[in-house]
């Protein structure tokens, strides 16, 4: 690799930093989060404002935009189909209350960027965007067509890539284009992922309607769960519960949103709520049941309890998510967020869950599987882009299996950074991470990716693949 052309680039990088928060900001300022499906906005308006505002800033920088009209769109080198295809998502999870800083009026504090999608996965989108820049200015010829793909389903499905049934508007990217011979995902960690577990969401749902409102993890409040009990009610246990007195008994319980990769073995706010329920002489007998269920699932993080906790040679473990409750007619209903190694299948998983919710009173359905995968991990590619990111990580890490990304429904496809968090020490737990309260990127953990980005460009320049 030039070593002069490196010293350009890393030189250009320092300069772009400006331009890097500025772009960030912007991405960062738009609440993209998924609303109702409108005519060519399949995920909803903010959704379709990040990607009309990357087609915007990319055309004005002289990149080639392409509108599949799915939910996805494209910035590429040159006006022909893309050989690399490095993917982003413009969407992001909902930011609810209690953040110290406003989620969607980006704040630079203590050289990091803090804003809902800093760095899950706008950061990292000003990042490669910023790193093509650069290319185009220093007029580097690459003999394939790089390209940046920005989607906007992936926080809640990957629906932009796999299709809606039904909506002519989110057919699916790939049921409709041609991918990239080769996918790079940055939205991870170094130096490459090369497989992750399946994910699924199962919906437990009680058989008999709740003679009160129960609800938690709604997307207004992702970390509130919130009952409702007509009259005044007394409970025995109230921790880490408020409780308020009026025409109805109003009991909430928060606690900072988690990613759902990584439940906590204590519980959550769904947990809390439980406890508090089942100290009460208000429960009918299914009700009570029912709760306990609830409770079990918030808790169960690797679902032992559930005979899922598969151990994997490969893979981690299984893990499980309570993540909300939303009352459906009077019924509620409990998602349940499972991710699994490929040992297990996801229709075993539905099998087993169903089994014991059946005998606690419920009913259990699936939706939109993505099943585990492997790629190859002894290719060119893998070895040379793995050598790239340690080289300039000063790291010796190893191509790992995680993650859920586009990489699962994308051929030939391979997860390749960002770690772009790395928050201010002084904040406390459940700020500061992605998904969480907060959220916040580093920006010299961002230009660090530049560099690694650039260096992975050239390389894949120089080997066949």
């Not at 059946?358 to 040379?384: L, M, W």
Request: with cysteine; charged share 25%; proline share 6%.
């Amino acid at each position: 690799m030039d070593a002069k052309l490196l010293g350009k680039i890393d030189k250009l990088i320092e300069e772009y930093e400006p331009q890097l928060v500025e772009d960030t900001i912007t991405f960062v300022n738009i609440n993209s989060e998924q609303g109702e499906p409108k005519p060519n906005a399949p995920f909803g308006i903010g959704p379709r404002k990040m990607l009309d505002k990357v087609i915007e800033l990319g055309r004005q920088k002289g990149f080639y935009t392409t509108d599949y009209n799915v939910g996805v769109i494209s910035l590429a080198f040159k006006n022909s189909q893309p050989d690399l295809g490095i993917w982003l998502h413009g969407d992001v999870v909902p930011a609810g209350p209690g953040w110290e800083f406003e989620p969607y009026n980006a704040t630079i504090y203590k050289g990091c960027i803090i804003g809902r999608g800093a760095t899950d996965n706008k950061g990292q989108l000003s990042c490669v965007f910023n790193t093509f820049k650069i290319f185009k200015e220093l007029g580097i010829e690459l003999k394939y067509n790089p390209a940046i793909y920005v989607g906007s389903n992936e926080e809640t499905g990957c629906l932009d890539i796999e299709g809606v049934p039904g909506n002519p508007d989110a057919k699916g990217f790939i049921n409709v284009c041609i991918p990239p011979r080769l996918s790079l995902v940055p939205d991870s960690s170094y130096p490459i992922g090369y497989g992750a577990r399946g994910m699924t969401s199962l919906y437990i749902k009680s058989k008999t309607p709740f003679s009160f409102s129960l609800t938690a993890g709604l997307d207004e409040n992702p970390g509130l769960a919130t009952a409702k009990i007509n009259g005044k009610v007394d409970f025995d246990v109230l921790k880490d519960c408020k409780i308020e007195y009026g025409k109805n008994t109003v009991v909430t319980s928060f606690t900072p949103p988690r990613h759902t990769s990584s439940p906590d073995p204590n519980g959550n706010m769904i947990t809390n709520i439980c406890q508090a329920l089942l100290s009460s002489e208000v429960l009918t007998d299914n009700e009570r049941t029912v709760l306990e269920l609830f409770k079990l699932c918030s808790v169960n993080v690797h679902g032992e309890n559930f005979n899922v906790d598969v151990k994997s040679e490969i893979m981690s473990t299984t893990t499980v998510y309570a993540k909300t409750i939303r009352n459906v007619d009077g019924f509620p209903e409990l998602e349940l967020r499972v991710r699994y190694p490929i040992e297990i299948t996801y229709e075993q998983i539905l099998e087993k869950i169903s089994k014991i919710a059946q005998s606690f009173g419920c009913t259990v359905r699936g939706d939109y599987p993505h099943k585990p995968y492997i790629n190859d991990v002894d290719n060119e590619v893998v070895k040379a882009l793995t050598k790239v990111a340690n080289d300039v990580t000063g790291r010796d890490d190893k191509p790992y299996i995680n993650g859920t990304t586009y990489a699962q429904h994308l051929p030939n496809a391979y997860i390749y950074g960002m770690e772009g968090c790395d928050k201010p020490k002084e904040f406390k737990e459940g700020h500061g991470s992605a998904h969480g309260l907060d959220e916040s990127v580093s920006i010299e953990r961002l230009k660090r990716s530049m560099r690694i980005y650039a260096r992975a460009l050239l390389t894949l320049n120089e080997i066949n693949w």
